[in-house]
T-cell receptor, first 112, second 111 residues
């Protein structure tokens, strides 16, 4: 399968803990996006990388959130001091030189 | 604020019927309008997309109609099948930039 992969698929954590998610984009896709989706809503943009450069961060991304894409390949999204409001599906998408964004299966985060 | 408004929130259609989902946008800079299909527990999958230089695009049983002057676009699912039961999201972007999604429409196709 050469699609976008995300790990873990599910994460349950206690409030105040740190969590890290990983996204492996489609090979050679230079653009990588993170979105957050809550129940019954459409995905909301969080941040965007072109190669290894993080070009934009949404105001939804508080200072507890950090994302990296070392060497322009896989990306990680870390949430520090998790809160119950962080519970959501975190989606990663990648794209090449077209508009089409291909989404991964997501990581479902539950903060207890 | 939501840049793309989608309706209805949900719809039920009989097998073989037509499902119609509508979206409206405000930002006239948007130039790419995709529709995504999402099944429970899965990520969104691109279904069909259109650019504002055409008024209609058809792929199989799925058709996008686009009205630039009204800033509206819609998805028609012809001959709806039980396997089409899913949540559908319209979206819009400026080129290869971030997507702004609608809130989604849950479609249920009754056999």
């Amino acid at each position: 399968d050469t699609g976008v992969s995300q790990n873990p698929r599910h994460k349950i954590t206690k409030r105040g803990q740190n969590v890290t998610f990983r996204c492996d984009p489609i090979s050679e896709h230079n653009r990588l996006y993170w979105y957050r989706q809550t129940l019954g809503q459409g995905p909301e943009f969080l941040t965007y990388f072109q190669n290894e450069a993080q070009l934009e961060k949404s105001r939804l991304l508080s200072d507890r959130f950090s994302a990296e894409r070392p060497k322009g390949s896989f990306s990680t999204l870390e949430i520090q001091r998790t809160e119950q409001g962080d519970s959501a599906m975190y989606l990663c998408a990648s794209a090449l030189s077209t508009d089409t964004q291909y989404f991964g299966p997501g990581t479902r985060l539950t903060v207890l | 604020q939501q840049q793309v408004k989608q309706s209805p929130q949900s719809l039920i259609v009989q097998k073989g019927g037509i499902s119609i989902i509508n979206c409206a946008y405000e930002n006239t800079a948007f130039d790419y309008f995709p529709w995504y299909q999402q099944f429970p527990g899965k990520g969104p999958a691109l279904l069909i997309a259109i650019r504002p230089d055409v008024s209609e695009k058809k792929e199989g049983r799925f058709t996008i109609s686009f009205n630039k002057s009204a800033k509206q676009f819609s998805l028609h699912i012809m001959d709806s099948q039980p396997g089409d039961s899913a949540t559908y999201f319209c979206a819009a972007s400026i080129g290869d930039y971030k997507l702004s999604f609608g809130a989604g429409t849950t479609v249920t196709v009754r056999a």
